[in-house]
Each structure stands twice: as C-alpha cells, then as structure tokens.
C-alpha cells in the first residue's frame, strides 16, 4: 500500500517519500509525517536469521514505496557495507543481563552513522526519480557530531556537493581534526568566527537566499538538507528495532511475542521516535524508556505535559544530548493530537512564541508507552565505572545515561522485562570524560594517549575512525567570518558573478 507523506502543520498537501526526502523539510516549517505507520509485512519469526541489509529492505520498503526493489536495495547495499567495521552492522552485546545495541561501528563512531551512510544514496535516488538534473548541495552547520558523520556519508557519492560550517572554537579537537582530514572533492569545511547558533542562523539564511538559489540552478546545482528530521534520516534508524528483535529471537534470548523495553539516550527526539515507530509496525516492545542528560525538557514534559525550553543550557559530557528544543518530538505531538495537523500547529507555534506549551489531559494519556528520566553528571561517570568494574565493558559517555536510567527505572517499578539498551557511542569518541570515570588519574595523559591506555584496559581495539586521524594530513583550512558565509559557499560551487 503506497504511503504519502504530510506536513506536521497542514495536513492538505500530500507528497511522495522521494520528494520529502529531497525537501527535507516541509515549507510550513512542520516535518513530514507518513499518513499511516505500516505494519510489518512478515513475522519476527521469519525475519530471525536475516542480515541487517535483509531487515534493512523489509522495513524501509514499508516506508519508501516509490522506491523499487532494486532502487531500495542498491541504496541498502552501498550504504551497509565495509564502511562499518562489522559485518553484522549492529552487534549485541550482553552485559548485567542486559542487551546493549552497539549502533557505532560506521565511519565516524557515532549512531548517526546508521543513517548518514545511507542518507545520500536515498537522496541521489529520490532526484533521480523526480528528473531533478541539477547536483545536489548539502548545506550543514554543526556543533561536532553530525558535519563529520555528514561528511563521511557524502564524500565521494557522485551527483553530490557537501558543504560544512563549524564554530572554529566550539567544537572538542578530535571533532575538529575528524572533519578538516576529510577526504573527497566533493566535500568543503569551513570553521567560522562564531558560535554554533551563528554557523545555524547563517546556514538557515542560505538556505532562503533566492538570489542565490537562482544563481546556483544556472550551474546546475540545488541545495538539501541532511538534518535529522529528514525522513531519510528517520526510516532507516527503525531498521535496527527490528533487527535486534529478530536477532535476540534468533539467538533464543527471547521467545517469539515476548515483550521487550528499549531504553534510548535522548536529544532532539529521532532515534526514540524511530524506536515508536518499530513498535506501532508491530514489534513487541513494551516501554519505550527515554532517558535525558542534565538537559532534562524531556523527563519535565513526560512527567507535567509541560514543554518548556525557558531554561539554561547546561553543557555536559554527552553534548550530543545537550539539546533544548528536540525538534523530532513534534511528530509525536502529531500523533498524539490524532494526527491533527491545526493542533499541533498552534503547540508548535506556542513554543516558538513562548519558548514552551502545555499538551491536554486527552494526548497526556497516549503517552503510556514512555518513561522518561534522567541522569546527572555524577550518576553517569558512576555508571561508566561501575558498569567498568563488574564487567570490563566500557560505555560512551551517551549510553552510560541510558544505562543509570534504565537502573531507575527498575528501582521505580521493579519490572523486569528483558531490555534492549541503544548504544549510541564508542567510548573512543569521548576518551577523556569516560576514562576519567573510570579513574581520575588518566586526566593527566594526552588524548591519544588516553586512546592507548582505553584500548588496553577495555579490550578493545581501536577503531580506524581513531586511527586515522592520529595522522591524517590537514585537508580543510578554511576559516570565514559568518558575513563571509554566502562568498565562501560561492567560491567553492564555482559560481562567480
Ligand atoms: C545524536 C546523538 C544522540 C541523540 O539522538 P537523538 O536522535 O537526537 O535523540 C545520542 N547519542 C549520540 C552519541 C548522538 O550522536
């Protein structure tokens, strides 16, 4: 059955997933939503014992069925295949009886790889099929995290055009040194003087230029946009719900139907959303545990009904968590209101006037299948050496949130049922906050020392991601005032007028 997709703020205007997919966001500001979620088509017995790239297809042909088969799997098949450091893509690994999905073995180390690597071939498709001639232009502002893995996901992928602003003292010197040793000519980094709102603002003003989007179809060239409430982005991240279902059935971790709960480290809203999606296609997953860093806007709505971002910002040693506004909750307040695009419209617009809003008693009541909590500064680095401690397993700054979480959870309510826990980071990602957990001592050593002393007391060999960067050449030197943004993006697409 085809899907269509909507706007989360008018619900008139219908559009393929290809188009959403190359619109990214829709004009109204609201985000694209499926007009049904699509039950699975098959068994979680039948799905035991397929590859990831095998689930991979089965899910997101639910979603993308503009797509042919043989389009979805060549997107499936360039995007999940060497590039990740496994061949099971998403391994499982067990510890304290619990089950943590390690979703960080693509090129950057980080979950958003799991989407990122696929992203551009969904994207170069998706203009394909709509005959857009023109090269597409991805536009990012970045606070770290998402530029690299962007980065990695679009070098080299032909019909494509990256372009990356960072705050040129805002983001930690591996994050820096990850992104200016990218490779590919087709990929462009630029730190400027500023901070990330100033990188964003100047992004979003680039993106409205009109002069420049003229400009820009003469040579042949469009932009899009890779953030993460691009549907491209969503899809693919409920494949692994699916996937590790499937995997602990197969591996008889679970019986078939048994339930089970999925704790999710939390920031702008995409990976537990996709989680509530696999669940409403019919995976049996029981709660939906969303766990929150010392940002906590999220535990505060699941516990009041009451969003607000009228707050401070607290940086804390998981920043891809630091996030007050979690744009992707918006397409749970779309549901929540019974897909009513006017109600969510107002909420929405309350928030960008008020910085908050207050859901009613009635939508407040379909929020049972979430828990939120959260984790301070101290309750994580406790997590990261306890956890250390009883089973040699080393946890990312990220996931050991959703770790101290999980355990408040059961204190809560004693509920015992078996837990999928999202592992969203390498802990080579964030060496200094987690190996100082462990033992203060190591805050003496330099980074790539401390990467040295990970690996021998963890166990675990040190991901090429790390490896490379230790000697990479400097690629990427450019640096720019945020007035400079629009000259610099003209020199690199070419465009002299
Ligand atoms: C982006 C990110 C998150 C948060 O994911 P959301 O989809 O934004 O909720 C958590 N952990 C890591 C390591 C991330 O990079």
């Given at each position: 059955?085809?899907v269509?997709?909507?706007?989360?703020?008018?619900?008139?205007?219908?559009?393929?997933a290809?188009?959403?997919?190359?619109?990214?966001?829709?004009?109204?500001?609201?985000?694209?939503?499926?007009?049904?979620?699509p039950?699975?088509?098959?068994?979680?017995?039948?799905?035991?014992?397929?590859?990831?790239q095998e689930i991979a297809y089965q899910v997101m042909k639910l979603y993308l069925t503009?797509f042919?088969e043989?389009e979805l799997k060549?997107c499936i098949?360039?995007a999940?295949?060497?590039?990740?450091?496994?061949?099971?893509?998403?391994?499982?690994?067990?510890?304290?009886?619990?089950?943590?999905?390690?979703?960080?073995?693509?090129?950057?180390?980080?979950?958003?790889?799991?989407a990122?690597?696929i992203?551009?071939?969904l994207?170069?498709?998706?203009?394909?099929?709509?005959?857009?001639?023109?090269?597409?232009?991805?536009?990012?502002?970045?606070?770290?995290?998402?530029?690299?893995?962007?980065?990695?996901?679009?070098?080299?992928?032909?019909?494509?055009?990256?372009?990356?602003?960072?705050?040129?003292?805002?983001?930690?010197?591996?994050?820096?040194?990850?992104?200016?040793?990218?490779?590919?000519?087709?990929?462009?980094?630029?730190?400027?003087?500023?901070?990330?709102?100033?990188?964003?603002?100047?992004?979003?003003?680039?993106?409205?230029?009109?002069?420049?989007?003229?400009?820009?179809?003469?040579?042949?060239?469009?932009?899009?946009?890779?953030?993460?409430?691009?549907i491209g982005?969503l899809v693919p991240q409920i494949v692994?719900?699916v996937?590790?279902?499937?995997?602990?059935?197969?591996?008889?971790?679970?019986?078939?139907?048994?339930?089970?709960?999925?704790?999710?480290?939390?920031?702008?809203?995409?990976?537990?959303?996709?989680?509530?999606?696999?669940?409403?296609?019919?995976?049996?997953?029981?709660?939906?545990?969303?766990?929150?860093?010392?940002?906590?806007?999220?535990?505060?709505?699941?516990?009041?009904?009451?969003?607000?971002?009228?707050?401070?910002?607290?940086?804390?040693?998981?920043?891809?968590?630091?996030?007050?506004?979690?744009?992707?909750?918006?397409?749970?307040?779309?549901?929540?209101?019974?897909?009513?695009?006017?109600?969510?419209?107002?909420?929405?617009?309350?928030?960008?006037?008020?910085?908050?809003?207050?859901?009613?008693?009635?939508?407040?009541?379909?929020?049972?299948?979430?828990?939120?909590?959260?984790?301070?500064?101290?309750?994580?680095?406790?997590?990261?050496?306890?956890?250390?401690?009883?089973?040699?397993?080393?946890?990312?700054?990220?996931?050991?949130?959703?770790?101290?979480?999980?355990?408040?959870?059961?204190?809560?309510?004693?509920?015992?049922?078996?837990?999928?826990?999202?592992?969203?980071?390498?802990?080579?990602?964030?060496?200094?906050?987690?190996?100082?957990?462990?033992?203060?001592?190591?805050?003496?050593?330099?980074?790539?020392?401390?990467?040295?002393?990970?690996?021998?007391?963890?166990?675990?060999?040190?991901?090429?991601?790390?490896?490379?960067?230790?000697?990479?050449?400097?690629?990427?030197?450019?640096?720019?005032?945020?007035?400079?943004?629009?000259?610099?993006?003209?020199?690199?697409?070419?465009?002299?007028?």
């Open positions: 059955m085809e269509l997709y909507s706007s989360t703020r008018n619900g008139e205007r219908k559009v393929t290809s188009r959403a997919i190359l619109q990214g966001l829709s004009e109204d500001g609201g985000l694209f939503v499926p007009d049904h979620i039950a699975l088509d098959c068994t979680m017995k039948e799905l035991a014992g397929k590859t990831y503009d042919t043989e060549n098949n360039r999940y295949d060497s590039k990740f450091d496994t061949e099971v893509i998403a391994p499982i690994v067990e510890a304290e009886g619990t089950y943590y999905l390690e979703l960080f073995h693509g090129a950057t180390i980080a979950f958003k790889d799991m990122l690597s992203l551009p071939h994207m170069i498709t998706s203009a394909k099929k709509n005959h857009v001639k023109n090269d597409i232009v991805i536009l990012t502002a970045t606070s770290g995290d998402t530029g690299k893995a962007a980065l990695a996901g679009f070098a080299g992928v032909e019909g494509t055009k990256i372009i990356v602003f960072y705050p040129k003292n805002g983001v930690s010197p591996i994050q820096e040194k990850q992104m200016v040793t990218q490779k590919g000519d087709n990929t462009f980094v630029v730190g400027i003087h500023g901070n990330f709102d100033d990188a964003q603002t100047g992004v979003k003003m680039l993106f409205n230029d009109r002069e420049l989007a003229e400009e820009m179809a003469a040579t042949g060239l469009q932009f899009s946009s890779a953030n993460s409430i691009n982005r692994y719900y996937y590790s279902y499937a995997k602990l059935l197969e591996e008889e971790k679970i019986t078939d139907g048994e339930k089970i709960n999925v704790v999710v480290p939390t920031g702008n809203f995409g990976n537990i959303l996709a989680a509530y999606y696999a669940k409403n296609m019919g995976v049996p997953i029981e709660k939906l545990i969303c766990a929150s860093n010392e940002n906590k806007v999220l535990f505060d709505f699941f516990e009041t009904g009451k969003y607000d971002r009228n707050r401070e910002f607290i940086l804390t040693s998981s920043p891809s968590m630091d996030i007050l506004i979690s744009s992707n909750l918006e397409r749970l307040i779309y549901r929540i209101a019974g897909d009513d695009a006017g109600k969510n419209a107002e909420l929405m617009a309350a928030l960008t006037r008020n910085g908050s809003y207050e859901i009613t008693e009635e939508m407040k009541a379909k929020l049972g299948d979430f828990y939120g909590n959260y984790a301070s500064e101290k309750e994580t680095s406790e997590r990261i050496k306890d956890m250390y401690e009883d089973t040699g397993y080393i946890l990312d700054t990220h996931t050991a949130v959703a770790s101290a979480v999980y355990k408040k959870y059961v204190a809560d309510t004693g509920d015992k049922t078996k837990t999928v826990i999202a592992s969203t980071a390498s802990p080579f990602k964030f060496t200094r906050s987690v190996m100082n957990a462990i033992d203060p001592k190591y805050d003496q050593m330099s980074d790539f020392e401390l990467v040295d002393e990970l690996s021998k007391i963890g166990n675990v060999e040190i991901p090429n991601a790390i490896e490379e960067i230790r000697t990479a050449p400097i690629l990427h030197d450019n640096v720019c005032d945020k007035t400079e943004m629009k000259a610099v993006v003209k020199r690199f697409l070419g465009i002299y007028t």
